[in-house]
């Protein structure tokens, strides 16, 4: 069994550079847990941060060969900005240890905003698909999906559907059918001082 959460104090273990996720797994079905971290942004070469590097929305998702991928933002906070980028670690050893796989999104040039992200794997052999990786996300308010053919390394991204209302994406979930039909819901706000007139919308790749 694999966890992850924010870490938002010291790292109760060795990070590879300032902190990110923690990671958290058992192998006796819940019952005693192990602890470590995911890796940072010196492994990703996501380019310098002049401030804290920090891991957050950990997404996890395995696929049929015992690997367990991890899918996180990797964020780079000064006193005036804030730097974003997806990517996906990836674990052969059950969680305990873990390798850089892929970058999804960097935009730590650009500051665009990378935000609330999930991920899903099509694990269907009989699936057209079989093996795919999906992962969704919203760009400054834009919702997003990519795919990786490659086990999580290369990524190719596409523009979901503009809503019917909202003037806000927040947030996605992924589910894969046996067929590897995909669908995603996101969520939508209008937002002005407040946030107001929730709705959900789904939508499907076939």
């Known amino acids: 069994i694999v966890a992850a959460a924010n870490t938002w104090g010291t790292a109760g273990a060795?990070?590879?550079?300032?902190?990110t996720q923690s990671v958290f797994y058992s192998s006796d079905g819940g019952a005693t847990w192990s602890y470590t971290c995911?890796?940072?942004?010196?492994?990703?070469a996501l380019g310098?941060?002049?401030?804290?590097?920090?891991?957050?929305?950990?997404?996890?998702?395995?696929?049929?060969?015992?690997?367990v991928f991890l899918n996180y933002m990797l964020l780079c906070s000064t006193v005036t900005t804030t730097k974003y980028s997806m990517?996906?670690?990836?674990?052969?050893?059950?969680?305990?240890t873990w390798?850089?796989?892929?970058?999804?999104?960097?935009?730590?040039?650009?500051?665009a905003l990378e935000d609330k992200n999930f991920?899903?794997?099509?694990?269907?052999?009989?699936?057209?698909?079989?093996?795919?990786?999906?992962?969704?996300?919203?760009?400054?308010?834009?919702?997003?999906?990519?795919?990786?053919?490659?086990?999580?390394?290369?990524?190719?991204e596409v523009d979901l559907p503009t809503a019917a209302s909202g003037t806000y994406d927040l947030a996605c979930e992924i589910a894969v059918q046996k067929?590897?039909?995909?669908?995603v819901v996101f969520d939508t706000l209008d937002c002005g001082?407040?946030?107001?007139?929730?709705?959900?919308?789904?939508?499907?790749s076939t």
């Open 38 to 44: 995911a890796p940072s942004n010196n492994l990703f």
């Open 193 to 204: 001082a407040n946030c107001t007139n929730e709705r959900m919308f789904y939508t499907r």
């Open 179 to 183: 067929n590897g039909t995909v669908h």
């Open 14 to 19: 060795a990070c590879d550079n300032d902190e």
């Open 87 to 96: 990517v996906v670690a990836r674990s052969a050893d059950g969680g305990a």
């Open 99 to 111: 390798t850089n796989q892929g970058v999804i999104k960097n935009s730590w040039a650009t500051t």
């Open 119 to 156: 991920y899903a794997i099509d694990t269907t052999p009989a699936s057209p698909y079989y093996g795919r990786h999906y992962t969704c996300w919203d760009r400054n308010n834009n919702e997003k999906l990519a795919y990786s053919t490659s086990n999580g390394a290369s990524w190719t």
């Open 48 to 67: 310098t941060c002049n401030g804290s590097v920090f891991g957050s929305d950990p997404a996890l998702a395995w696929n049929d060969n015992n690997e």
